[in-house]
């Protein structure tokens, strides 16, 4: 009996290492079938392919399974590892004829198109694998922000692959505009250097769609979320490097927060593009299906923060500007999506709290004495910060440009307009105007508010407002004679404040370094259009004085660069690059030195 389970191991092993080759020969030969024109012949294939790729994954499957745990008691499974096994089971025997009751005809090509179904499961197959892989680094001991940044590097080189593909495009793409395309997508940017609505085809239009939700919430939100699902258990290794990149300080709640990441992200994008759909002209759309697919597009890149649109004009769109709903919910997505999820999910436990104490005083007539503190200090700052940033925004714009961009608009117009360009400069990338017309006073306000861009934990760029905030009242704190910052009877943290400089003096040598390139490798630029796109490329804004479609390829380089780096973070990408020290055994003498 022993040998037996010995082979029997032997099998589990084998089938464990060729379970992920063959995800990865599954997905290569996804892409050749959708990403190339195929003769019926190679179609009828590639059909077959299918079929039997479905057999070799129930068989390796099949020969997975721990039976001598299953025997002794030792193993307990999960649902989901049970169901995907039916699942490759029942669809791979459907396959076939049933002799007597169906002739030459399986019971589900009677029914259904079953080619949709092997896609989809090749697909399955390949996030599983990369999903439970995902959950092994711990073992390599990586540093957590070079996990980071390679998942990005890797999500974008895949993109890349993927717009090359001849079927993404209509007349074929460049190297470095297909990298240049994919690292605006993934790093959620919106920069463009060919017409998304054009030059892509459908294919190539959902490929980006979907770079931009994974890069969006990042691959490895993706991969943790499908992983936790696929095992039993996780490591704590495991939950303290997806804590680390997730800025979940409770370890015990780094999986419930992946969870409330995916679940609240397409709740909001799937409702929010329902509002978009009854906004919209059905005149201007050539079927109900397209109707569709521009309401999920654009709800998933307002949510992200992308800017991307299916527009060749972009929501200046003459049919798009004076839809007022329209650039409302827009608006609406772009806040929220730039919030960060710790800062909604505060506020649910909040409201939470405050219905389960309204349900106590009127149910029971006991008056809760306690208040518990449910509102973070973080909270309240990104909610001020951002607050007062839109309406600042809001008030410069209108005051600015009210006889200048916003003259085409009626009153009503004017205060939509002027809101939405509040909005959207703190990384959302969408406009309503015409940029090249706009006043250098307010382009001044633009580089303010690209700049500060979102909060930490969400979709957006820039330097985030908490890192605006505590240097403001650091610098006041300074010129009132304080040794410390205090906020909401809460002390921030030294290492708050050294963060906080350390990010704002790294984004400003990056941003600078970005523009002294540009004019090295392509003089002549304007240095205001200069300033303003690298700006916009580091704090992944998206907006353009018009110049993006105008570099050469060596600027193109340099603009990916600094998205790059804006999406990760210059103080992650040093974190990434230095040993990280744990312990200092020993201190200096203090002294001081004059700063001013």
Same mark, same amino acid.
């Given at each position: ?84 096994? *039916? ?31 092997? +896609? ?109 699902? %696929? ?22 709640? =780094? ?5 409330? =990441?995916? +679940? ?57 500007? *004076? ?15 730039? %919030? ?55 008030? &410069? ?115 600078? %370094? ?48 600094? &998205? ?9 990408? *040093? ?18 030195? &004059?700063?001013?």
């Amino acid at each position: 009996m022993e040998s037996f389970f010995k082979i029997l191991k032997s099998l589990r092993r084998l089938a464990g290492f060729l379970l992920p080759l063959v995800s990865v020969i599954g997905v290569i030969i996804l892409l050749y079938d959708f990403g190339f024109e195929h003769t019926p012949e190679t179609a009828a294939l590639l059909v077959r392919f299918y079929d039997y790729f479905l057999f070799v994954v129930f068989m390796l499957l099949l020969l997975r399974v721990d039976y001598a745990g299953l025997i002794r008691k030792k193993v307990k499974y999960t649902k989901t590892e049970l169901a995907l096994f *039916f699942i490759f089971a029942f669809l791979w025997l459907g396959q076939f004829p049933l002799a007597g009751l169906f002739s030459e005809k399986s019971l589900f090509h009677r029914i259904l198109d079953l080619y949709i179904i092997d +896609v989809a499961l090749v697909v399955l197959l390949f996030l599983a694998e990369l999903s439970l892989g995902s959950l092994n680094m711990s073992r390599y001991n990586l540093n957590p922000a070079l996990v980071f940044l390679a998942s990005f590097v890797l999500i974008i080189l895949i993109g890349t692959i993927l717009l090359l593909l001849p079927n993404s495009t209509y007349q074929g793409i460049g190297l470095t505009d297909a990298l240049f395309t994919s690292t605006s997508a993934v790093c959620v940017t919106g920069l463009i250097v060919v017409d998304t609505a054009t030059y892509f085809t459908p294919i190539g239009q959902n490929i980006i769609l979907v770079l931009i939700q994974t890069g969006g919430l990042g691959i490895l939100t993706f991969t943790s979320f499908f992983g936790i699902y %696929l095992r039993t258990s996780s490591s704590f290794q495991n939950q303290l490097m997806i804590g680390d990149m997730l800025n979940e300080d409770r370890i015990s709640d =780094v999986f419930k927060t992946i969870v409330r =990441v995916i +679940v609240f992200t397409f709740l909001v994008e799937a409702l929010f593009a329902v509002f978009i759909y009854f906004t919209l002209d059905e005149r201007q759309f050539p079927s109900h299906s397209e109707m569709i697919r521009f309401s999920v597009f654009h709800s998933v890149s307002a949510f992200c923060n992308a800017g991307f649109s299916l527009l060749s004009d972009g929501l200046y769109d003459v049919h798009y500007r *004076f839809n007022y709903p329209f650039l409302l919910i827009i608006s609406f997505l772009v806040i929220t999506g730039g %919030l960060g999820f710790n800062i909604i999910f505060n506020f649910f436990r909040y409201l939470k709290h405050r219905l389960i104490r309204l349900s106590k005083q009127l149910f029971t007539r006991n008056v809760v004495q306690y208040k518990a503190r449910i509102i973070e200090v973080h909270t309240k700052l990104v909610i001020i910060t951002t607050t007062f940033l839109l309406v600042f925004g809001f008030i &410069m714009n209108l005051v600015l440009e009210y006889h200048n961009t916003l003259e085409e608009h009626d009153t009503f117009g004017k205060l939509v307009t002027a809101f939405f360009a509040s909005v959207t400069p703190r990384t959302a990338g969408f406009n309503t105007i015409d940029m090249g017309a706009l006043l250098p006073a307010t382009i001044l306000i633009y580089f303010l508010l690209m700049l500060i861009g979102g909060s930490p934990g969400s979709t957006a760029g820039g330097i985030k407002t908490t890192t605006f905030a505590v240097t403001v009242m650091n610098v006041i704190s300074i010129a009132r004679g304080k040794n410390r910052v205090e906020v909401f009877r809460r002390e921030l943290s030294i290492g708050s404040l050294r963060r906080a400089f350390a990010v704002i003096s790294l984004s400003l040598l990056a941003i600078g %370094l970005s523009v002294f390139l540009l004019h090295v490798v392509q003089p002549g630029l304007d240095t205001t259009q200069v300033i303003f796109e690298c700006i916009s490329a580091f704090s992944t804004v998206g907006l353009s004085l018009g110049i993006t479609a105008d570099l050469n390829t060596a600027s193109k380089w340099v603009i990916i660069l600094t &998205m790059f780096i804006g999406r990760v973070g210059t103080l992650t990408l *040093f974190v990434a690059l230095f040993r990280k020290v744990k312990t200092l055994n020993y201190r200096y003498p203090t002294e001081s030195i &004059m700063i001013s």
